[in-house]
Nanobody, 124 residues
């Protein structure tokens, strides 16, 4: 089992920045992919970005490129999502997800482990 705990959400004005964290514990290994998804009110959960734990290569949803950056700290078993130039439409609950494998998984059903989510609210 893998446990994921997100933190770092909050209220920010449009144009501001936030950095989300996802701390992983349990049966983690280097052969994992970890991702961020988000779910806005009344909408389906959508893929944001994924990082391969081994090597650190990344892949982003097209609409997230340029403003969001996913990264990891191996020593702390933590994945981050740096979000810049935030817009009101970025308001959502952001979830961290993990699964074994080294591919760029982008579908919600492909992930086995999920955090509880952290709320991000961007005011205009």
């Amino acid at each position: 089992q893998v446990q994921l705990v997100e933190s770092g959400g909050g209220l920010v004005q449009a144009g501001g920045s936030l950095r989300l964290s996802c701390a992983a514990s349990g049966r983690t290994s280097s052969n994992y992919a970890m991702a961020w998804f988000r779910q806005a009110p009344g909408k389906e959960r959508e893929f944001v970005a994924v990082i391969r734990w081994s090597g650190g290569s990344t892949y982003y949803a097209e609409s997230m490129k340029g403003r969001f950056t996913i990264s990891r700290d191996n020593a702390k078993n933590t994945v981050f999502l740096q979000m810049n130039s935030l817009k009101p439409e970025d308001t959502a609950v952001y979830y961290c997800a993990a699964r074994r494998g080294s591919y760029y998984y982008t579908m919600e059903h492909e992930y086995d482990y999920w955090g509880q989510g952290t709320q991000v609210t961007v005011s205009s």
